[in-house]
């Protein structure tokens, strides 16, 4: 399966953002899929994941209530909507897919074997 995220860009702080991650060779919803992001000079963090063949989601504490996941099966695609986006959002965002995960597993990097390139997003102060 072959991942591209897009849509990164820079925004004012309590601006929004809207990426995208086109899936190509799967289908999207036999798949588990996370957002995670990366800022300079840290360790890459999980920001939000839907479950394969469900609408269950999960987020990070930090964009609770503020980012929201969601996948068009029909486009393929997976989203995050990112509202009220704050300086410390700043990151590489990257989308990561994997299937068989047992929900512990969801919020962790290492047990994605598919990834995206990566799509900046900076916000300004």
């Known amino acids: 399966v072959q991942l591209q995220a897009f849509g990164g860009g820079l925004v004012q702080a309590g601006g929004s953002l809207r990426l995208s991650c086109a899936v190509s060779?799967?289908?999207?919803?036999?798949?588990?899929m996370g957002w995670f992001r990366q800022a300079p000079g840290k360790e890459r963090e999980f920001v939000a994941a839907i479950r394969e063949r469900t609408t269950v989601t999960y987020y990070a504490d930090s964009v609770k209530g503020r980012f929201t996941i969601s996948r068009d099966n029909a486009k393929n695609t997976l989203y995050l909507q990112m509202n009220s986006l704050k300086p410390e959002d700043t990151a590489v965002y990257y989308c990561?897919?994997?299937?068989?995960?047992?929900?512990?597993?969801?919020?962790?990097?290492?047990?994605?074997?598919?990834w995206g390139q990566g799509t900046q997003v900076t916000v300004s102060s």
């Open positions: 060779g799967r289908t999207l919803s036999s798949y588990t």
């Open positions: 990561a897919a994997d299937r068989g995960m047992i929900q512990s597993s969801v919020p962790v990097s290492a047990y994605y074997d598919y």
